[in-house]
């Protein structure tokens, strides 16, 4: 290690002023003093799950603090310099020159109302790195490295005319084009769906190799960060936990909470067989939404048995959520049946009975914007009661504490406002909120999807655990294949409208597969290094061999 | 047909029923008025007799839907009809009257709309400090006096203490621009203070909703100075209501410049209105108000255009 650091951090402590609800606003520690170096061209993974800090110690070696987020103590070397202590012009050099940024949304971090090309080229320009002509020359290069459609033209186009993967990459490049010694690369991959997050993983990690740049690679995702990093640094509650190289971190994690991150999705769950006679079966469901001249789904069939759960995986645009809003009446389908515990549904919901919209409940993927920020979690919870049963009173708050104790949450949870709970509380209340009608049905759309891996899990085991209690189905809509593995009966797998593949877990998950449904299963992370590479390479002979 | 142009008709189409339904309007409430221009012309003590005989004489006796569009016909091809004091053609006089009074509103509006924006981008720059504080302080102050008193205290220092600028905004066509100019110095110097906060505010707003946005950070890290970020980050991005309220302060330029006008003495259209109110000059009135009301709309529909063509979406389609 005769090499001086790139970037070398220690005992980096940062700090947030918080305004809660209710309370006097107050300081709060983000990060207790952090230690790290970086060697150039080198690639380290910040993960840990989110509140760990990981985000706020990459931006802070730019010397930047998000919102009221400031560096409170500690150093930040960059090339031999503490930027910490550096004046503001020198940090503006060092910002979009030295430094640059790839942030995990890239459709809200190009400016809406300038092309593409002058996004990407503007930092590199402005630092006096490259003339115009030679920035945007540069650029174009980096386009066609990242594997961009049209490089010549595609930066005239503006953010809005370009998908989200294309758009991510663009990012990537506006990120390159100064050549930066540094980029920070904060969860570039998490937004784009798993068969688009592959093609861009593949884009970064070459862009990475051949510019010999340095880079921290954020994530919250253990498999994604072993394919392109050198080295991990496990963080959580603002303390390292771990610091390893990837195939340590991987393969022999020393401490328990690593541990628990790379064993994550460790529930095992008994496929049942279908019955005879299915709870719910859809059949020939065409929709289309108000206003538009297409269908969104085309002829979509499935079938699910009482208290099992049916999992409708695909990618955003396949119309997953859109199947979730004809089963529960609001978005009457064009054509197509209904049918639900032996009667048939009615296709627009104010027509359908109170015991039809009982024994059918939805959850989301939003806990935050499913529940009134006003309301306490007793009202939340006592709504359906009420509602459903007419309780009232001590028997309603009975059975609220209850339910409450089903979600494993205390009765002191009970006068809480949403504000005041976590991610995954957030989501346990809106479960019990479900539960509490006693239905039959419970469609998830996308439960687990906002939550960290490990809330996550626990979310899906009190699911099934209430399953096996409650003898209640679900429909389980998500994009996660690994969840889908975790706890479905039978799956459904959707793309453009259309059902590509249906029936019992092990058959849709066994061999021979269409191509839709192997390129998805081929597309999920795996955590084991090299991964990223073999996939790639087998995709390649198999084009070839076509 | 370019989704654009399709608005764009769409629009036109509303701006002129609109025109349409105001002129209606106007007419309505002055026919709801107590008297007519009969009764106006004679005076209290004329007779029944004499009344009846100018109603005829004037087609004031026929239904008040024919003579509606008998004016709205008229207004269309130009001819607004004759005053009723002076019997000259309204038209000439609404034209020479309007020049004036879009003279005075031009150079106000020169003024004031690049000054307001300027000092938007200065208190976004500097938020809650010192210099935000002190232009949101001085633009509502100036804001919440009425005009009339602000012409009155601008008079008292510039015009009777400091003789720097003449108290009556006296112009005629003959003049020199630059005498011209130094005669409506007070004026717009009025207009100016009263528009001035709404659209320097509104701008402050804007591009500090727009500061909130993912590529601002971006901007930010990029290394760009903050200024920088603000013009050529926020403000393309705020266009839209910045130029709406613009707009709207354009259009109390030409028709809100009443008060000021008659301070000033000024010959323009605020005058030529307050003067026929005053000599229940009803034909004159109703020009005037048909005239406002069209100032109003086409400033408005040139605001939704702009709107509409600063939205990067709309002007280039996927």
Redesign the interface.
């Known amino acids: 290690m005769s090499e001086q650091p790139l970037l070398k951090v220690r005992g980096l402590k940062i700090g947030a002023t918080v305004y809660p609800p209710g309370e006097k606003p107050h300081n709060i520690k983000i990060v207790h003093g952090v230690d790290f170096d970086l060697q150039p061209g080198k690639v380290l993974g910040l993960i840990g799950e989110s509140g760990a800090g990981k985000s706020t110690i990459g931006l802070a070696s ?1 010397a ?1 603090g ?1 919102g009221g987020v400031e560096l409170t103590g500690g150093e930040v070397w960059v090339n031999g310099r503490d930027i910490l202590q550096a004046s503001l012009g020198d ?7 030295e430094v ?2 790839v ?1 995990q ?1 890239a459709a ?7 092309q593409i090309m002058e ?1 990407v080229t ?2 590199a320009i ?2 006096g790195k490259f003339a115009k002509k030679e920035a945007e020359l540069r650029a174009v290069e980096l386009f066609r490295k990242l594997g961009l459609p049209d490089p010549e033209n595609i930066g005239k ?2 953010p ?2 370009v998908s989200g993967g294309q758009l991510q990459r663009c990012m990537t490049a ?1 990120a390159l084009c100064p050549q930066p010694d540094l980029v920070v690369f904060d969860e570039p991959t998490t937004a784009l769906d798993v068969t688009t997050q592959i093609d861009v993983l593949a884009a970064i990690k070459e862009a990475i190799r051949d510019t010999g740049v340095a880079a921290l690679y954020i994530t919250h995702d253990l498999a994604v960060v072993a394919q392109v990093s050198d080295h991990i640094m496990v963080l959580r509650h603002g303390n390292m936990v771990e610091y390893g190289d990837t195939d340590q971190i991987i393969n022999a994690p020393k401490e328990e909470y690593t541990q628990a991150l790379v064993s994550v999705r460790s529930i095992t769950h008994e496929e049942k067989a279908p019955t005879d006679s299915p709870l719910l079966r859809a059949e020939n469901i065409t929709a289309r939404y108000k206003g538009t001249n297409f269908d969104v789904l085309h002829d979509v069939s499935m079938d699910l048995s009482p208290g099992q759960t049916l999992a409708v995986v695909g990618e955003s645009g396949s119309g997953k959520s859109t199947m979730a809003r004809v089963i529960t009446g609001l978005l009457p389908p064009r054509d197509g049946k209904l049918t639900f515990d032996g009667r048939t549904l009615t296709p627009d919901q104010p027509s359908r009975s109170i015991e039809d919209l009982r024994e059918l409940q939805m959850i989301y993927q939003m806990a935050d914007v499913a529940m009134n920020p006003r309301q306490t979690v007793g009202t939340i919870i006592g709504r359906p009661l009420e509602f459903y049963f007419g309780l009232k009173g001590a028997e309603k708050r009975q059975r609220t504490i209850a339910l409450l104790d089903e979600i494993e949450l205390g009765e002191e949870f009970i006068d809480r406002y949403p504000a005041e709970l976590s991610g995954g509380q957030k989501q346990r209340v809106c479960i019990a909120r479900a539960l509490a009608a006693k239905p039959k049905l419970i469609i998830c759309d996308e439960v687990t999807s906002a939550l960290d891996p490990l809330v996550a899990d626990g979310i899906l085991k009190l699911l099934l655990r209430l399953q096996a209690a409650e003898d209640v189905a679900y429909i389980f809509i998500t994009h996660d294949l690994a969840t889908v593995k975790a706890i479905a009966d039978s799956i459904a797998v959707m793309y453009q409208g259309r059902v590509v593949r249906y029936g019992p877990k092990s058959e849709v998950l066994s061999p021979p597969f269409d191509d839709y449904t192997d390129l998805l299963l081929s597309s999920v992370p795996e955590m084991r290094l090299g991964w990223l590479e073999h996939v790639l390479a087998t995709r390649k002979m198999e084009s070839a061999g076509n | 047909m370019h989704p654009i142009l399709t608005l764009v008709v769409q629009r036109l189409a509303l701006g002129i029923l609109l025109l349409i339904a105001a002129s209606a309007l106007i007419f309505g409430l002055t026919e709801i008025l107590p008297g007519d221009a009969a009764q106006a012309i004679l005076g209290q003590a004329a007779t029944e007799e004499n009344l009846a005989n100018l109603r005829a004489e004037m087609g004031l006796d026929r239904p008040a839907l024919t003579r509606y569009f008998e004016w709205l016909g008229g207004i269309l091809t130009g001819d607004m009809g004759n005053a009723l004091t002076n019997k000259l053609p309204i038209a000439d006089q609404i034209g020479k009257r309007m020049s004036y009074t879009l003279f005075l509103s031009f150079w106000a509006a020169l003024i004031s709309v690049p000054l307001a924006i300027l000092l938007g981008l200065i208190a976004v720059r500097y938020q809650n400090r010192w210099p935000d504080k002190l232009i949101s302080g001085v633009t509502l102050a100036s804001i919440s006096l009425p005009e009339f008193m602000i012409a009155y205290i601008l008079v008292f220092f510039f015009a009777v203490k400091l003789f720097w600028a003449p108290s009556f905004a006296n112009i005629s066509p003959g003049m020199p621009l630059l005498e011209q100019l130094h005669a409506i110095s007070l004026p717009v110097a009025v207009l100016t203070l009263v528009v001035l906060a709404h659209m320097m505010r509104m701008t402050r707003a804007a591009i500090l909703n727009v500061m909130q946005s993912a590529y601002i950070e971006t901007a930010e890290l990029k290394g760009l100075t903050t200024f920088t970020v603000i013009y050529r980050h926020a403000f393309p991005n705020a266009i839209a209501p910045i130029v709406t309220v613009v707009m709207l302060n354009l259009a109390y330029l030409v028709v809100g410049v009443v008060v000021v006008e008659v301070v000033f003495a000024y010959p323009g259209m605020g005058q030529y209105l307050v003067d026929a109110v005053v000599k229940r000059d009803v034909p004159v009135v109703l020009a005037c108000g048909v005239i406002f009301a069209a100032v109003y709309i086409v400033l408005n529909i040139i605001a939704d255009l702009v709107s509409i063509l600063a939205n990067p979406r709309l002007r280039h389609p996927k």
């Open positions: 730019m930047y998000r940090i503006r050099k060092l910002r979009g020159g640059t940024y942030s949304s809200a971090s190009f400016n809406p109302a300038k996004q503007e930092a402005r630092q186009r503006y809005h005319q506006l």
